[in-house]
């Protein structure tokens, strides 16, 4: 499939996009107060056999969403690694969708960040997830990347 459809107003490209994660997109971004969307647009490359976005990619993408949109909620400009992570397959994703992430911090203790996520393709639910991240002791320097500045 061609990619030919828009990108939604305001995404830019994942500046931290690197390695494996660099595989999984191109991953797109959209900052706004305290929150930042991670998005993608569904291609050959992210499809099953049967056509819809891969289960493994959805995994990946909505723990980047929750690491990125927890980072923006808290203020935080560590890499934020996740411990834990539970996740439901709510719907399949077609090829060519617009996948959009959203994060919801749901507790921040001394040491970890409780979150949740919701995926949508094209505005209709697909996957949620709720994870824990480790909130690094000192400067989180193990990070390979300079993180973003919030706008």
Not at 32 to 47: K, N, S, T, W, Y
Not at 105 to 127: H, Y
Not at 130 to 141: E, L, Q, Y
Request: aromatic residues 8%.
């Amino acid at each position: 499939m061609k990619m030919t459809k828009t990108i939604p107003e305001g995404f830019t490209e994942f500046p931290g996009a690197m390695g494996f994660i660099e595989l999984c997109g191109p991953l797109l971004v959209k900052y706004e107060e305290g929150a930042a969307h991670l998005g993608l647009r569904v291609g050959d490359q992210h499809c099953n056999p049967a056509n819809i976005c891969h289960g493994g990619l959805l995994m990946t993408f909505a723990d980047m969403q929750l690491g990125v949109g927890a980072q923006a909620a808290s203020g935080m400009r560590v890499f934020l690694p996740t411990v834990h992570m539970s996740c439901d397959f709510v719907a399949p994703t077609p090829n060519g969708a617009w996948l959009e992430g959203r994060t919801q911090v749901t507790r921040r203790t001394r040491s970890m960040i409780f979150a949740t996520c919701t995926l949508t393709a094209d505005g209709e639910t697909v996957f949620s997830a709720s994870g824990i991240m480790k909130i690094p002791s000192g400067n989180g320097t193990f990070s390979k990347v300079a993180l973003p500045s919030l706008k």
